[in-house]
């Protein structure tokens, strides 16, 4: 299956090796020798491959199949992994129209392969090779794959079609980034049916045109940033660095998204230390106040020393300013490119 992103270089010499150097062998099934005698390129996609033991045959035989494809099955893989995921997690359920289109695109998560690749025959030498050839019906693979893409254009277009106010909001950014996932999905599925010498069905369009308008929307969304006990608004400094990187600006107005952050520091006595060490706890969460939701948690608490406290204090504010810079950002990077918006 196209979830799995194959390699160009990959696919090109495993297609060379198994349509170039599949030796001739005597007293072989026809496909053996000249797979596309007994499988015609007019109604088949087909290929071969071998090997010292069955599974590899099979294996070496999809993989050539898939080369055949070549570039045109690559996915992006966090995009591949992202759709598998809505695919296993029953997260697509809810944009997808009917039922069964939904058990359709579930049977999808469980194929490695090709959607209609199957191994068509497998050949033993009597001595230590196995041969085996991988077969696509044309006609019916490109039914497959035409009906799989448009359960996807279903989906995107439930994605997107929202009033404006559940436009501009950061459930919003998330349909639109996950309908851009969709959108690169179906550019392979595209390309597939083209190469099954079969019409694609018309409005498929890339993802980028999706994903620039989830970052039009993160512009008309401001982030309220409200820090306690901060010094020289170095802690807000460092969350407002967060959310500029992803298109938000930080506000100390009302905005319906609040992150409130409490900082509190603290003196700890360290016996026989030369050192004088500060403790530091930052908490913060990111709110929804329309919705009154808890959106994410975030806790970082550290000890550092000098010889002054001045310094112990400004080497934990700097801490907490590094732990913000990496693991909130961490954290809202996984907020936004992970998680799938729920219907």
């Given at each position: 299956?196209?979830?799995?992103?194959v390699?160009?270089?990959?696919?090109f010499?495993?297609?060379?090796?198994?349509?170039?150097?599949?030796?001739?062998?005597?007293?072989?099934?026809?496909?053996?020798?000249?797979?596309?005698?007994?499988?015609?390129?007019?109604?088949y996609?087909?290929?071969?491959?071998?090997?010292?033991?069955?599974?590899?045959?099979?294996?070496?035989?999809?993989?050539?199949l898939?080369?055949?494809?070549?570039?045109?099955?690559?996915?992006?893989?966090?995009?591949?992994?992202?759709?598998?995921?809505?695919?296993?997690?029953?997260?697509?359920?809810?944009?997808?129209?009917?039922?069964?289109?939904?058990?359709?695109?579930r049977?999808?998560?469980?194929?490695?392969?090709?959607m209609?690749a199957?191994?068509?025959?497998?050949?033993?030498d009597?001595?230590?090779?196995y041969?085996?050839?991988a077969?696509?019906?044309?006609?019916?693979?490109?039914q497959?794959?035409?009906?799989?893409?448009?359960?996807?254009?279903?989906?995107i277009?439930?994605?997107?079609?929202?009033?404006?106010?559940?436009?501009?909001?950061?459930?919003?950014?998330?349909?639109?980034?996950?309908?851009?996932i969709?959108a690169?999905?179906?550019?392979?599925?595209?390309?597939?049916?083209?190469?099954?010498?079969s019409?694609?069905?018309?409005?498929?369009?890339?993802?980028?045109?999706?994903?620039?308008?989830?970052?039009?929307?993160?512009?008309?969304?401001?982030?309220?940033i409200r820090?306690?006990n901060?010094?020289?608004?170095?802690?807000?400094?460092?969350?407002?660095?967060?959310?500029?990187?992803w298109?938000?600006?930080?506000?100390?107005?009302?905005?319906?998204?609040?992150?409130?952050?409490?900082?509190?520091?603290?003196?700890v006595?360290?016996p026989?230390?030369?050192?004088?060490?500060?403790?530091?706890?930052?908490?913060?969460?990111?709110?929804?106040?329309?919705?009154?939701?808890v959106?994410?948690?975030?806790?970082?608490?550290s000890?550092?020393?000098?010889t002054t406290?001045a310094?112990?204090?400004?080497r934990?504010?700097?801490?907490?300013?590094?732990?913000?810079?990496?693991?909130?950002?961490s954290?809202?990077?996984e907020?936004?490119?992970?998680?799938?918006?729920?219907?």
């Amino acid at each position: 299956m196209i979830k799995k992103a194959v390699l160009i270089i990959v696919s090109f010499l495993l297609l060379f090796f198994s349509c170039k150097t599949t030796p001739s062998v005597k007293n072989a099934p026809e496909w053996v020798n000249s797979v596309h005698s007994v499988f015609p390129r007019s109604q088949y996609a087909a290929a071969t491959g071998f090997g010292s033991t069955r599974a590899m045959a099979e294996g070496n035989a999809l993989a050539s199949l898939t080369a055949f494809f070549g570039q045109t099955v690559e996915v992006e893989r966090t995009a591949a992994s992202s759709y598998q995921q809505a695919i296993v997690n029953g997260v697509m359920d809810g944009w997808i129209d009917t039922a069964e289109m939904r058990a359709n695109i579930r049977t999808t998560a469980s194929m490695d392969n090709l959607m209609g690749a199957e191994i068509k025959e497998v050949w033993f030498d009597s001595k230590n090779t196995y041969y085996a050839v991988a077969v696509m019906e044309k006609a019916r693979s490109a039914q497959i794959y035409r009906e799989l893409l448009q359960v996807n254009l279903n989906v995107i277009k439930n994605l997107v079609t929202m009033t404006p106010n559940e436009k501009n909001s950061l459930d919003g950014v998330l349909r639109y980034r996950f309908a851009a996932i969709v959108a690169d999905i179906n550019v392979s599925y595209s390309n597939i049916i083209r190469l099954l010498d079969s019409p694609v069905p018309s409005g498929v369009t890339g993802g980028d045109q999706y994903r620039l308008e989830a970052l039009n929307i993160t512009k008309t969304i401001p982030i309220n940033i409200r820090v306690t006990n901060d010094r020289n608004g170095r802690i807000y400094g460092a969350f407002a660095r967060c959310f500029a990187d992803w298109g938000f600006e930080a506000t100390n107005a009302n905005a319906r998204y609040v992150l409130n952050v409490n900082t509190v520091m603290s003196p700890v006595d360290l016996p026989n230390n030369p050192n004088i060490f500060t403790r530091i706890e930052v908490s913060g969460t990111l709110t929804d106040t329309r919705a009154n939701l808890v959106l994410l948690p975030y806790n970082f608490n550290s000890r550092e020393g000098h010889t002054t406290q001045a310094e112990s204090e400004n080497r934990a504010i700097f801490a907490a300013e590094r732990n913000v810079n990496e693991e909130f950002a961490s954290i809202l990077s996984e907020y936004f490119s992970q998680l799938l918006p729920k219907k």
